[in-house]
């Protein structure tokens, strides 16, 4: 891939996080909480802003952009080593946000997304025949299963609290764009085309952005 285009997408991605990272200091918190549910008791292990993870996501792209622009043969790896961290990262904010808050279900959501883009990288790379059909399938499986544990999260935490009426509206955006994006993302890794890369790049920014302001933005008015 043109090394210009990893520039100019490193270089939109810092840009975002250095912009977030302030507007973020500046703003009320959107304060979050992780327990633990381990031995049947709920233990608090402590309250943080979730929107300070926000500035990460696209830094840590920015920084793979950067790396692959200075190491292009190395491309593959540094693109998915990249994925399985923001990506997990952005499932950890997804997840917390449809009412997941116990840190070992958080963690397992996050190791399963990093299992995802070593499939991703391996299909990319070295897989044909077979062997790339069957990891397809356990990667649209995966796929499936973090998915579905933010779904019925997301409906348990509802029904629960009888909360249908006071959930802000954004939540419900965020979780159903998110939901197709990611699902996008395996589907054009499926397809063999010149562009193919160029489209990774533009989906990792199209994810990443919408996600930051929509949780900036579209969620500030409910704290503040």
């Known amino acids: 891939m043109n090394t210009q285009v990893h520039l100019g997408a490193g270089t939109m991605h810092l840009v ?10 500046e703003s009320v918190p959107l304060t979050s ?24 996501i696209p ?41 997941i808050l116990d840190i070992r279900s958080l ?9 995802l883009q070593w499939i991703g990288h391996r299909v990319e790379t070295s897989a044909r025949g077979p062997s790339r059909n069957h990891l397809l399938l356990l990667g649209f499986s995966i796929h499936t299963i973090i998915w579905a544990n933010v779904a019925t999260s997301f409906y348990t ?43 990774f790049v533009l989906l990792s920014f199209l994810c990443k952005t919408l996600l930051i302001w929509m949780m900036f933005f579209g969620l500030r008015r409910e704290v503040e």
């Open 107 to 115: 963690v397992t959501l996050c190791l399963l997304n990093a299992v």
């Open 157 to 199: 935490t509802l029904k629960l609290n009888d909360a249908v009426d006071s959930v802000p509206p954004m939540v419900y955006t965020i979780i159903i764009t998110m939901f197709g994006l990611f699902t996008t993302f395996g589907v054009w890794a499926v397809i063999d085309s010149k562009e193919r890369e160029n489209g």
């Open 59 to 99: 830094l840590l792209s920015s920084i793979g952009h950067f790396a692959t622009a200075v190491y292009p043969t190395h491309q593959s790896e540094l693109q998915y080593g990249e994925y399985a961290i923001s990506a997990s990262l952005m499932v950890y904010v997804i997840a917390t946000l449809s009412g």
């Open 16 to 25: 975002q996080s250095i912009l977030i990272a302030y507007l973020q200091a």
């Open 33 to 56: 909480m992780v327990i633990n549910t381990s031995n049947r008791d709920t233990v608090l292990m402590g309250e943080y802003n979730l929107r300070s993870v926000l500035p990460f």
